[in-house]
C-alpha cells in the first residue's frame, strides 16, 4: 500500500510536465509579460511598432495564456483524481496548491518586506497587506508597482476556492461543463454591467474577477471535453496548423487593434465585454492544437529544452521579474540577467525543496483513504 501512495505521488509531482506543450506555453505566458513590463527601456519605435503595441501591448495576452493553462491543468488534475480513486479530495488539493504556490510567494514577499523597510522600493501598508493575503482584487486603492503583479495570483487563489468545489458536487454529471459554458457567455456581460455601473472601479476592472473568469473557464472547458469522442474527433479535423495561425492572428492581433482603432465608444464596448473572451477562446484553440500535435512546427519549438525550461521556472520568474523590470529599480538591461538568476535560485532553492517535502508528507495524510473505502461498499 505504502509503494502504491508513494508512486501516486511521484506521479503528482511531475503533472503537467506529461502534458506536452504546457511548459512551452507558460514560457510564452511569462516572455509576453516581461516584454510588456520592460517596454520602456525599448526605444520608442519598438514601443510604438504596431505588432509589438498590439501583440505585447500591457502584457493582457500573457495573463489570459496563463489563466487558460491553469483552467486546463487544474481540470485534468481533478479529473485524473476522480478517475484514480473515485471522487475528488478537497484536503488533497489545497494541500498540494499550498506547497506549490506559497513557499516561493511568501519568499519573495519577505524579501520585498525587507527592501521596502531599507527604502530601496516605495510600498504602501494596506497594499502590502492585499498582496500577501491574494486580496488585492478587492482593494480598489492598492497600488505599488513591484507587488502589483500578486492581483494575478489573487485572481488564481479565489478560482482555486470555487471550480473544486463545484467539481466536487457536479464532476458526474453534464453541469460542471454547463457552469463553465454560461461563465464564459455572461462574463462579457457583466463585465460591461460592472464597467459603466461603476465606472469609480474602472481603473481597477483590470484586477477583478470577471476580467479573467472566461478565460480560466476556457481553459477548464477545454480539459472537460477533451476526451470526449466526438470532441476528438471534431478537433482533430478542424484544429489544425491552419487554423491555430488563423486563431493567433485573431486574438493577438485582430482583437486589440479593434478594441484600439474601432471609434471610441464601440472600441471601448468591444474591448470591455467580447475582446477578452476572443482572445481566451483563441489561446484555448492554440492550447489544444500544440497539445495534440507536439510534433509540430510550433509543438517542436514549444517543447525544446530551453523554452520548456523557462516554462519550468516560470512561476518564480512571474513573481520576481516585476522588480527588476521596474522604472522605479532602473536596473535593466542587466535586469533581464538578474530576474533569470533570482528565478533560477528560486525554483531549485524554494521550489524543489517544497515539492519534496510535499511529496514526503502527503503519504501520512491518507487523503485518498475514505474514496477507497467508498469504491469498496460500492462494489460489496
Not at 489563466?67 to 498540494?96: D, H, K, N, P, W
Not at 527604502?119 to 513591484?146: C, K, N
Not at 463553465?180 to 462574463?187: D, E, S, T
Not at 530576474?339 to 511529496?359: C, D, G, K, Q, T
Request: glycine share 6%; proline share 5%; hydrophobic share 50%.
Amino acid at each position: 500500500m505504502s509503494t502504491t501512495v508513494e508512486n501516486t505521488s511521484h506521479r503528482n509531482s511531475t503533472v503537467g510536465r506529461d502534458i506536452p506543450s504546457l511548459d512551452g506555453l507558460r514560457a510564452a505566458s511569462i516572455l509576453l509579460v516581461i516584454l510588456s513590463h520592460s517596454a520602456w527601456y525599448f526605444p520608442a519605435w519598438v514601443e510604438n511598432w504596431l505588432p509589438f503595441h498590439l501583440i505585447v501591448g500591457n502584457g493582457r495576452k500573457g495573463v489570459v495564456v496563463f489563466f487558460v493553462i491553469s483552467g486546463f491543468l487544474i481540470t485534468t488534475l481533478l479529473m485524473r483524481e476522480q478517475e484514480r480513486t473515485g471522487t475528488i479530495s478537497l484536503a488533497r488539493f489545497y494541500f498540494r496548491r499550498s506547497f506549490r504556490i506559497f513557499p516561493p510567494f511568501y519568499v519573495f514577499i519577505a524579501v520585498m518586506a525587507v527592501l521596502w523597510i531599507v527604502g530601496f522600493v516605495p510600498e504602501h501598508l494596506p497594499s502590502f497587506i492585499a498582496a500577501a493575503t491574494y486580496t488585492w482584487t478587492y482593494y480598489p486603492f492598492a497600488h505599488g508597482y513591484e507587488i502589483a503583479h500578486t492581483w494575478s495570483l489573487s485572481i488564481e487563489e479565489q478560482f482555486y476556492l470555487f471550480w473544486p468545489l463545484a467539481f466536487l458536487f457536479w464532476h458526474r454529471s453534464q453541469k460542471i461543463v454547463n457552469l463553465a459554458i454560461v461563465l464564459i457567455v455572461i462574463m462579457p456581460i457583466l463585465r460591461l454591467a460592472v464597467y459603466f455601473a461603476a465606472p469609480s472601479l474602472r481603473g481597477h476592472g483590470t484586477y477583478m474577477l470577471q476580467e479573467w473568469t472566461d478565460a480560466m473557464m476556457v481553459g477548464c472547458l477545454l480539459a472537460l471535453v477533451n476526451s470526449r469522442p466526438g470532441w476528438q474527433q471534431w478537433h482533430r479535423r478542424y484544429v489544425n496548423g491552419w487554423t491555430a495561425a488563423g486563431l493567433a492572428i485573431l486574438g493577438f492581433f485582430c482583437v486589440p487593434y479593434l478594441g484600439e482603432y474601432l471609434p471610441r465608444t464601440l472600441g471601448k464596448t468591444f474591448a470591455t465585454s467580447i475582446g477578452p473572451s476572443i482572445l481566451a477562446l483563441s489561446v484555448g484553440g492554440i492550447l489544444i492544437y500544440v497539445v495534440e500535435n507536439p510534433k509540430s512546427i510550433a509543438g517542436r519549438i514549444l517543447n525544446c529544452w530551453p523554452i520548456r525550461h523557462v516554462g519550468v521556472i516560470s512561476y518564480s520568474l512571474y513573481l520576481w521579474q516585476q522588480l527588476f523590470m521596474s522604472q522605479d529599480t532602473k536596473l535593466l538591461p542587466w535586469g533581464f540577467l538578474y530576474a533569470i538568476a533570482v528565478a533560477e535560485a528560486s525554483f531549485w532553492l524554494v521550489e524543489r525543496p517544497a515539492l519534496r517535502l510535499r511529496n514526503r508528507l502527503e503519504p501520512r495524510f491518507h487523503f485518498g483513504r475514505s474514496a477507497k473505502r467508498a469504491r469498496t461498499v460500492k462494489a460489496v
